[in-house]
């Protein structure tokens, strides 16, 4: 049972390191129960049990490879069936590096089923879920590589522009449901990612990487001010506005019965 301050339940996947841990330590701090979710069980437990010391609040630990079909629905039906459960956090993802000329597709199946199948699923039971109950919170870690694919790895990109794009889809379909969404599209953050994909991060300029505590503490004030689309270092909100104002510019002309011009 969750106390009387209790916010329900988080689950957060990906909560073994980076990012998914220091959202895991933040919303332990709000007051949320934790259902943390990764395939390093022993991480997992370690954190669960500094956090349930630190912050008094009920944490629990469930191993999943979110790769694996069987693996996902049971943290789905989780989901489905728990109704204390009042945040998802889709965070786990891996990167890759190369091009797509060259690349391992055996790896990169395997990056689209947790980056793009997983999200999908999760994301999916929980809207059934939150919105039937009128509430809840559903937050997406897409990246900004999804408004720039030019400058990473093609098939990352690619899904992390179908996190975006899931995203601003599932905003609209729960308009009016009492359910908040959000996507997060972090910059170069410091975690593990870069080591476990292979990607040299020393290369990358410093000025260019923040800390993963600075970016989750971002993030979460853009989750306060009710922002759909967080940009954590973007200094000028108005600059994202202006780009979500010109693709509304295109929207009449998108369909019609005849083509362009310039076409004929
Ligand atoms: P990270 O430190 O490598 O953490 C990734 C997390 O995902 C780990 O907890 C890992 O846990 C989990 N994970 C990996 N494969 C999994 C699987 N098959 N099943 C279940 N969980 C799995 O990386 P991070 O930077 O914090 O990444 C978190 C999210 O931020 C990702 O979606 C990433 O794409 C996104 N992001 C990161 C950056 C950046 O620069 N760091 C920038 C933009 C977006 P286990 O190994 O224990 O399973």
Known sequence: MNSVQSKGTALVTGASSGIG???????????????????????????????????????EVLKADLTLKADVITVEQRLRSDASISLLLNNAGVAADGTLAGADLDQLERMIQLNVVAVTRLASAAAASFSQAGRGAIINIASVVALFPERFNATYSASKAYVLSLTQSLNAELCGSGVQVQAVLPGVTRTEIWERSGIDASAIPAEMVME????????????????LVTLPSLPDAADWDAFVAARYVLGPNLSRNTAAARYK
Do not use: N, T
């Not at 919303?27 to 949320?32: I, K, P, Q, S, V």
């Not at 993963?212 to 922002?227: R, T």
């Open 21 to 59: 841990a220091i959202y895991a330590e933040r919303l332990a701090a709000r007051g949320f129960d934790l259902l943390l979710v990764a395939r390093d069980e022993q991480r997992l437990q370690r954190a669960a049990m500094r956090l349930r010391a630190e912050h008094g609040v009920q944490v």
């Open 212 to 227: 993963a505590g600075e970016m989750v503490d971002a993030a979460l004030s853009g989750f306060d001010q009710g922002e």
